[in-house]
């Protein structure tokens, strides 16, 4: 019998394969606005958060600020902080963050194409 507190077991594909480690990322890419940010803040070198504010009218402010945290926790987005008055903030992709929107590419391209 298994331990209430043990994880259960990887469920998997009837081939074998094991989709377990999509997960995280399903969840992450799958939040309102995550996929237009990505390609966003991929789109330049860096952005400051009025910038991608402007890119993404649809969006509320604290629902970028909250995308772009999750996305520095994840790896996908790094943070730059300035010291100047008045302080300077930027983002920019990481490189897991461009490999991330280059594998969304062929995504987009097919959703493009069922409009």
Same mark, same amino acid.
């Not at 507190?5 to 969840?27: F, K, M």
């Not at 995550?34 to 991929?42: E, P, R």
């Given at each position: 019998?298994?331990? &209430? #507190?043990?994880?259960?077991?990887p469920?998997?594909?009837v081939?074998?394969?094991?989709?377990?480690?999509?997960?995280?990322?399903?969840d #992450?890419?799958?939040?309102?606005? &995550?996929?237009? +940010?990505? %390609?966003?803040?991929?789109?330049?070198?860096? =952005?400051?958060?009025?910038?991608?504010?402007?890119?993404?009218? *649809?969006? %509320?402010? *604290? #629902?970028? *600020?909250k995308r =772009? %945290?999750?996305?520095?926790?994840?790896? +996908?987005? %790094?943070?730059?902080?300035?010291?100047?008055i008045?302080? /300077?903030v930027?983002?920019?992709? #990481?490189?897991?963050?461009?490999?991330?929107?280059? /594998?969304?590419?062929? =995504? +987009?391209?097919w &959703?493009?194409?069922?409009?």
């Amino acid at each position: 019998m298994a331990d &209430a #507190t043990s994880p259960p077991e990887p469920t998997c594909d009837v081939d074998g394969t094991c989709y377990c480690p999509l997960t995280g990322v399903i969840d #992450t890419l799958s939040r309102k606005y &995550a996929m237009q +940010l990505v %390609s966003i803040v991929g789109a330049h070198d860096s =952005l400051r958060f009025g910038e991608i504010e402007a890119h993404l009218t *649809s969006a %509320s402010s *604290s #629902t970028i *600020s909250k995308r =772009l %945290s999750e996305f520095e926790a994840a790896g +996908l987005v %790094s943070r730059t902080q300035y010291n100047e008055i008045p302080p /300077r903030v930027e983002y920019a992709l #990481t490189d897991d963050g461009h490999e991330v929107r280059a /594998r969304l590419e062929p =995504l +987009l391209q097919w &959703a493009e194409e069922q409009s």
